[in-house]
């Protein structure tokens, strides 16, 4: 059975960082696109990064140059560094996984497989 677990959501203040991890289980991800998206309250899931099987990078506009993703093959696992954080980035943080092999990235819920269950990011003074 497949599994993504997200961690290392919290409480921040503006302009603080926290990093989010995905560790993935069931099945190896190397050669697959994972992505993490975001809903806030009462909005439609978005999507924040992604990166493809070859580490080929995106992001949405809106996170630009404030966040990083990465992945670490040989631990199966996917991060999100996020720093400069704004009361606009605070959603649950959710970790995709694309099932098909080679395949880049996108940037649509569709295009994703695999789901975690979410972390909650806070941004608060």
């Known amino acids: 059975q497949v599994q993504l677990v997200e961690s290392g959501g919290g409480l921040v203040q503006p302009g603080g960082s926290l990093r989010l991890s995905c560790a993935a289980s069931g099945r190896t991800f190397d050669k697959n696109a994972m992505g993490w998206f975001r809903q806030a309250p009462g909005k439609d899931r978005e999507f924040v990064a992604t990166?493809?099987?070859?580490?080929?990078?995106a992001y949405a506009v809106s996170v630009r140059d404030r966040f990083t993703i990465s992945r670490d093959k040989a631990k199966n696992t996917v991060y999100l560094q996020m720093n400069s954080l704004k009361p606009e980035d605070a959603a649950v943080y959710y970790c995709?996984?694309?099932?098909?092999?080679?395949?880049?990235?996108?940037?649509?819920?569709?295009?994703?497989?695999?789901w975690g269950h979410g972390t909650q990011v806070t941004v608060s003074s």
């Open positions: 995709a996984a694309n099932s098909i092999s080679f395949r880049s990235g996108g940037q649509g819920p569709g295009e994703y497989d695999y």
């Open positions: 990166i493809s099987w070859s580490g080929v990078t």
